[in-house]
Each structure stands twice: as structure tokens, then as C-alpha cells.
């Protein structure tokens, strides 16, 4: 689960990133740090949560 959201990331970040450079007309590098970077952390830290809770709910609630 947590690679499966870890592979998705990349479908958010690649098109709001070409967003972010077109529109400010700035360089990769900006663009990447002003609409990647910064959001990056954050965004792993609550994939891992989720996957944590997802296996801990299945166990609980004793899912297939």
C-alpha cells in the first residue's frame, strides 16, 4: 500500500510542478522546490500513516 502511494505522488506533483513552470515562467529547479519540495514531507508522512492504519484496520476488522 505505502509503495502504491509512493508511486502515485509522482501523478499529483509532475503535472501541478509543469503547472508551476508555466505559469511563473521560472526555471525546473524553482518550479520543483517551490511546488514539490516543499510539500514532499509532509505528503510521505501521512502515505506512511495511512499505510500503517489501513494494516492495523484490517487486522482489527479481520478483512480478507
Known amino acids: 500500500l505505502?509503495?502504491?502511494m509512493a508511486l502515485a505522488l509522482p501523478l499529483c506533483y509532475v503535472p501541478?510542478?509543469?503547472w508551476m513552470k508555466f505559469i511563473?515562467?521560472?526555471d525546473w529547479f524553482s518550479a520543483a522546490?517551490?511546488?514539490?519540495i516543499v510539500f514532499l514531507p509532509g505528503d510521505l508522512v501521512k502515505?506512511?500513516?495511512a499505510s500503517l492504519l489501513a494494516v492495523r484496520l484490517k487486522k482489527?476488522?479481520?478483512l480478507p
Open 47 to 49: 502515505a506512511l500513516l
Open 24 to 26: 511563473t515562467g521560472t
Open 60 to 62: 482489527t476488522l479481520a
Open 33 to 36: 522546490v517551490a511546488g514539490v
Open 16 to 18: 501541478g510542478m509543469l
Open 2 to 4: 505505502l509503495a502504491a
